[in-house]
């Protein structure tokens, strides 16, 4: 069954808190903004990479961030961490890819980051990959020159690529640097792709984008927790962003292909270009221990008779 999930004074600060990306209005105004920026090597200020402490990902870290306009996931200690220890830390926002009944989309994910500096911890994490198996990124390691990236400046950043990155980045490709660096920065951007040159000294320009409309590139549900693999008692905390017919987000809890409990959540809306929250929590105190998946889909009241069917978001998780 479900059941609304009861929020704490932390849950209550983040639902406060938008995320850039899931408000993003695409700038159609590219030339304008060119015009506008056009900035030197000398006026641009820099993030300089802080070394591999910056963006170490801990299993104990617990994400106290900040990234969403659904409540922030919970990452919890690690079975080697002893239980009463805690580190605080930040849940960064990637986007990675993955596929749909409507072609590849962008699904969300949240990783846990030590101390992470704006815009290099994304483009790094795009780099070593998603935790869900089920995504992936089209940026290989190395892709990125991490040494330095731009301050935004009237909403553009500017990132240098390398010989290991893409020579011909897909638009795709591209839309996941828009949205991770949108979300790490907290706000709508342009991004401008360099390649050559030297630190402060991009090199010639390659691409560049805007974020794309959201329910054209985006996955029409994505969840954030429980997170991939995530060890879970009697109670199953459920949370995510969809956009779905009469907010309708169908769940299904499946063990080895077989359906052992089904029900729906209900998002804020979805009467809008927008993904809307969605949360709650299962009691899975009568299954028994062992690997479960939790699938939760777009509704499709259809029954596939129209459209590509639904959206799906799957996630794997251990009850104890």
């Keep these: 069954m ?3 999930h009861d929020t704490s004074p932390d849950d209550q600060l983040t639902a406060l808190l938008q995320d850039a990306v899931v408000d993003i209005e695409p700038s159609e105004r590219l030339s304008e903004l060119r015009a506008r920026t056009a900035p030197s090597s000398t ?16 299993a104990a870290v617990t994400a106290i961030a900040v990234l969403g306009n659904d409540p922030a996931p919970t990452v919890r200690p690690g079975p080697a961490d002893p239980p009463d220890v805690e580190t605080r830390g ?12 409507s072609g590849p989309r962008l699904y969300r994910e949240f990783q846990p980051v030590v101390n992470p500096s704006p815009g290099l911890a994304g483009l790094a994490l795009l780099e070593s990959g998603p935790a869900d198996s089920d995504y992936r990124s089209l940026w290989p390691a190395g892709s990125f020159r991490l040494d330095a990236i731009s301050d935004p400046e009237a909403s553009v950043v500017h990132v240098g690529l390398t010989d290991s990155a893409p020579s011909e980045p897909t638009d795709l490709a591209l839309q ?11 706000e709508p951007l342009e991004v401008v792709f360099h390649q050559g040159g030297a630190r402060y000294d991009l090199g010639p320009v390659v691409a ?3 974020a794309a409309p959201r329910l054209e ?16 008692s009697d109670t199953l905390v459920v949370r995510g962003v969809a956009n779905s017919f009469e907010a309708n987000v169908p769940w ?22 927008r993904l809307f929250p969605f949360s709650g929590e299962i009691d899975v105190s009568s299954l028994d221990p062992g690997t479960y998946t939790l699938i939760v889909e777009t509704d499709d009241p259809s029954g596939g008779a129209e459209g590509n069917g639904p959206f799906s ?8």
């Design 43 to 58: 006026s641009r200020r820099w993030w300089p990479a802080a070394g591999g402490a910056v963006l170490a990902a801990a």
């Design 90 to 101: 930040q849940a960064v926002a990637v986007y990675f890819i993955g596929d749909t009944a």
């Design 2 to 4: 479900t059941r609304p």
């Design 217 to 232: 590139i985006l996955s029409l549900v994505n969840l954030s927790d429980p997170f991939e693999g995530q060890l879970v």
């Design 252 to 273: 299904t809890i499946e063990q080895d292909g077989a359906v052992v409990d089904q029900g729906t959540f209900t998002a804020e809306g979805y009467m809008a270009e």
């Design 208 to 210: 560049e984008a805007t």
């Design 176 to 186: 996941q640097v828009v949205y991770t660096l949108s979300a790490g920065f907290q």
């Design 313 to 320: 978001d799957t996630r794997t998780f251990v009850l104890e």
